[in-house]
């Protein structure tokens, strides 16, 4: 039962992936001015298949000064973790029952920075080279307090399962009485997803592409499939912990559906931060208050334990 739900969540995340890459180019063509994709089929929704055929068609090609075995197995380990992290997801069937899932999901998020090292160092360019450390530097940062944050909640809730956090969230949702914490975990989702304003690991206009910067055809289409499908998880992460998603109603896709839409919507409006300005603003800014943060629920847990004693 668990190994036909991996493949059908696979399968899910890999298709609703497809059609956010559709709404990410309609969106930012009605932000732009201009129509979206709209030459193929009926409103250019069968689109992302043809660009997905399109990439895995063409013939791959490799620098040759690159490390060939690193450079091709970086966008396999990028996408394979990507889609490992969905493990967790609260599943009807109970998937894997993750009593550690949010654990886990740390480790992975963590194990996700050594594939765009990876890519960045082994495509043996400078321009990879420098996209690729941005990149790295970034994600670790940001990591640092996204995982404070998390803590906060966990204290909270006292469990890393994600079943729990819908539990605790029947009455009130937790958007309520953190606020700051909510803007401060979609900044760092953004950070951590290499996405707009802080997309400096792709930043076109100084860095060409960034790490990606040698890949084609297939590598390219799996790297590209790594960052949507950790776009789709964090915004579920988000549902889950700020919006009281049940898992078993529409609802909670709807909400998904909203919170990747944010991300587009940040991506067509804001401008790019500059480098050293979105470092102080991790480690002067988010890191302080996320700490105090993890301090306040944790003495609003004893207090609440000693009431109840």
């Known amino acids: 039962m668990s190994i036909i739900s991996s493949l059908l969540i696979v399968i899910c995340v890999l298709v609703g992936v497809a059609f956010l890459t559709l ?69 009807a069937t109970n998937l894997y029952s993750f009593n550690l899932g949010l654990l886990f999901f740390l480790c992975c998020t963590s194990m996700g920075v050594y594939s765009v090292m990876a890519s960045g160092w082994s495509s043996n360019s400078n321009y990879a080279m420098l996209g690729g450390l941005r990149a790295v530097a970034q994600t670790i940062s940001y990591e640092v307090s996204m995982a404070l944050l998390l803590l906060s909640y966990i204290v909270m809730v006292g469990s890393f399962n994600l079943f729990d956090f819908d539990i605790y969230q029947q009455n009130i949702w937790f958007m309520f009485f953190s606020f ?32 990606n910067v040698e890949y084609s055809a297939a590598g390219f289409a799996l790297i590209f499939l790594a960052e949507y499908a950790s776009i789709l998880f964090m915004s579920m992460l988000f549902s889950v912990l700020f919006l009281g998603s049940n898992l ?25 931060y500059r480098y050293d300005k979105l470092m102080y603003l991790c480690w002067k800014s988010y890191l302080p208050v996320s700490l105090n943060y993890l301090m306040f629920f944790i003495g609003l847990k004893i207090f609440m334990l000693s009431l109840i004693i």
């Open 23 to 91: 709404l990410e180019r309609k969106v930012l063509g009605y932000i732009q001015i201009r129509k979206g994709p709209n030459k193929v089929g009926f409103c250019g929704i069968p689109q992302p298949f043809c660009d997905a055929i399109k990439l895995f068609t063409k013939e791959q090609v490799y620098p040759i000064m690159s490390n060939y075995l690193s450079y091709y197995v970086s966008p396999i380990i990028a996408l394979f973790l990507s889609l490992l992290i969905w493990m967790i997801y609260p599943y």
């Open 180 to 211: 700051p914490l909510m803007f401060m975990w979609m900044a760092s989702s953004l950070a951590e997803t290499n996405r707009t304003p802080f997309d400096f690991a792709e930043g076109e206009s100084e860095l060409v592409s960034g790490f």
């Open 248 to 272: 078993f109603s529409i609802l909670f896709f709807f909400k998904l559906v909203f919170i990747s839409f944010l991300f587009i919507w940040v991506r067509g409006t804001l401008p790019r």
